[in-house]
């Protein structure tokens, strides 16, 4: 009895967790539901990526305020395609996204980015954009350490070629 009493105390205070983060996510996307939707990615699309994972998106400057509408918070398995229209994001389980290379603002490498920190200072590649008047980061990790530095000047190219 006492210990189906724990168990069931246990299961309920999970129960709660879940449910706190669920409408916690949900309030999030209900304060971010202004940001208009994503630019289409472009169908003639047939750029090689760099295999890695796409973090998350946040305010820029605010490396723990992820963005959760259109799906940009959503951490996932991807490859980034740097192309002359801009940078895509081929992601498993979640939409591609598109960011035109008018958009670009800022590439770096970073320490860290809501929901995932590095232990090398440079592990996460940031790239910083604008969109619908906000400025966002978005962060994505190469799956091999010596494709970051290629990528990085690779978007700085692609930045400076916009400006």
């Known amino acids: 009895m006492r210990t189906a009493l724990g168990i069931a105390g246990t299961l309920l205070v999970i129960a709660a967790g879940y449910y706190g983060m669920l409408r ?24 090689p990526g760099v295999e890695g994972v796409y973090v998350a998106t946040t305010t820029a400057g605010d490396w723990m305020d992820r963005i959760a509408v259109h799906e940009l918070g959503v951490r996932s398995a ?24 008018a958009q670009l603002t800022a590439v770096r490498t970073d320490r860290g980015i809501a929901g995932k920190v590095t232990a090398e200072a440079s592990g996460l590649l940031v790239v910083s954009w604008q969109h619908d008047g906000r400025e966002l980061d978005t962060g994505f990790r190469p799956r091999h350490k010596a494709d970051t530095a290629p990528l990085t000047e690779s978007i700085t190219t692609l930045i400076g070629a916009e400006q």
């Open 24 to 47: 916690g996510w949900r309030n999030r996307q209900r304060r971010q539901a202004d940001l208009a939707p994503l630019p289409p990615v472009p169908a003639d699309d047939t750029t």
């Open 78 to 101: 991807a490859d980034l395609a740097v192309s002359p229209a801009g940078l895509i994001f081929h992601r498993q389980g979640a939409a591609d996204v598109f960011i035109p290379a």
